[in-house]
C-alpha cells in the first residue's frame, strides 16, 4: 500500500485480507493453465454452484429480483447491483465485488457473476434461450452483465 | 445502503459491521452527556490507552515514527498517517480511519487519535511542553492533527 | 497469540481485530473512572441506544423476539441467543458474543447486552413494572440475561 | 448456524464470510472435475504461488522459519504453525486455518497448506531431495504436514 488517498486506501480493505492471497494465487494458477475463454467458464460454473448454494427465492418482478440479490451480496460484503430491463435484455450493473479488487484487469474473472445471475434467473425459470454474459465495464469497480438471447 | 457508488460502498465496508453500531450508540451516548471539549478530551485520553498498549518501539527520524505508527494502523485497518515537520510543529495527516467512517461529522472523535499520537511522541521523548491537538480536517477522510507548543 | 489451541485461536478471531484495541482501551478509561455498578448503568444505557438504532421489528411470541434477534446478531457478527420462559421471567442466553473476548473477566459489560434486550422489549410493550439484568454467566463466552419484574 | 456451542460460533467465524459462499463453490466445481489426488496438487500449485507472493525471508534455525511462517499467517488470520524437527523429517502442524472452516473433510485441500510450505522452504533452499506432503490431520482444525525425502 504506497497510496495515501482515502478511497485507494478504503478499496483496498474492500476484499478480505484473509482471502486476498489465496484468490491471487488461484487466479494466477488458472491463468497459466487455460486460455482466457475457459478461464471465463470456469468462474461461470463457480458462480452457478454459488447460486445454487444461495438460492434467490421467489421473485415476480426484475426490481425484486435486484431486491433479493442484493439481499444475499450485502449479507456477505459483495457490493450492490442494479437490474434494468432494457429492449430484449436485461442489463445488470454490479458495483464494488471484492473480485474487482482481488483481481483488478483480469476480466475473466467476471464470469463468476455472470454465472451467479444466470443460476439465479434458471431458478426463476426466466432462462429459456437465454444467457448472461460479461461486457465491458464502464469502470474498474462496476461490472456489467447482460441477460439475453444465447449466441 | 442507497447509493450506488464503489468508493461510497467501499468506504461503508471501511469499518467492521460487527463494531459499527457500539461505537455510534457509544458516541451518541457520549454526545448526549458531554459538551463538546470533553468529547475530544474523553477520547484522547483512550487514545492515549491505546498508545500504551501499542508502543510505536525505538525510533529516531520522524520517517520512523511515520513507519512504525503506519505499521501499528495497518495491522489494525485503521488507515494510513503522513508526518511532516514544519517550522515549530510537525502535521500529522491520517488518511482512512474506520472512526471516520462510523462517525461521519463528529470532528471531536479526532481526540482519539490526537490522544493515540500524543501517547507515542511520549514514549518517544518528544514531548515536552508539546501536545498534539485536532485541526480542522482537509477531508472527511483525511483526519489533521499537530504535534506543537501546548497553548 | 500463545496458545496452539484450535479454539482458542478460533475465539480471538472472533473479535474484529480493527475495534480490539479500541475497545479495550474504552473499557480501561472507563474503568478508571467509573465505580462498577454506575459501568454497567452506562454500557446500558449504549445498548438501549443500539436497540433503537436497530429496531426488533414486529414479534407476538417469545420464539419470534428470538428469530428476530439473532436475525439482527447475525448480521454483525455478535454470537446467538436463546429465550426461554421461566415462572414470573424470561432467561435470555447469549452465546459468543464478541465483547466477551474483546473484555474477558469484564462482568460489567454484560449492561451492554442488558441494555440492548431492554431496549427491544421495551419496543415489544413487555416492559410494564420488568426490566431486563445481567446474572452471573454460566461460562466466559456464554452471557446470562433476565427479564423480570424490576427490584 | 444451528448450534448454540460457543466454541462452534467462534469456528464458525474463522472463516470471512465474504469468500466461504465462493470458496465453497470453487471446491465443489474442483472436486466435480478432477480425481482427488489431482485435486492435492492443483491446491499445491496454488500454495506455492501463496508463498512466492508471500516470500518468507531470510531464515536459519527452524524456529525462525515457525516465527517467520506466523508473522505472515498472522497477518492475514490463517491461524499458526509449529514445526518440529523429527528423524529425517520436519513435523508441521498448522492450527485453525480458515479452509478447514471452509472445506471441513476435504482432506486434499490441505494440498494448499503443503503448497505454501513446500515454497517457503525451497525459498530457504533446504528442499534438496524433499518435498512437503499432507499426512491425516490429528483433530479437524490441525493439519498436519511433513517435510521429507521425497518418495
Known sequence: MTSFDPSTLFRARGCSRQWLGFVRALAEEFAAELPEHELATLMARIGRR????HPIGECVALGEVETAANRIWGEVEWGQC????????????HAAPPLAVALTGMDWSDGFLAGVYEGWFQQLGMLAGLAVNAE????????RLRLARAV
Chains 1, 2, 3, 4 share one sequence.
Open 82 to 93: 442494479r437490474m434494468e430491463e432494457q429492449a430484449g435484455s436485461v442489463e445488470i450493473t
Open 50 to 53: 454459488f447460486a445454487h448454494r
Open 136 to 143: 465491458r465495464p464502464p469502470a474498474p469497480d462496476l461490472r
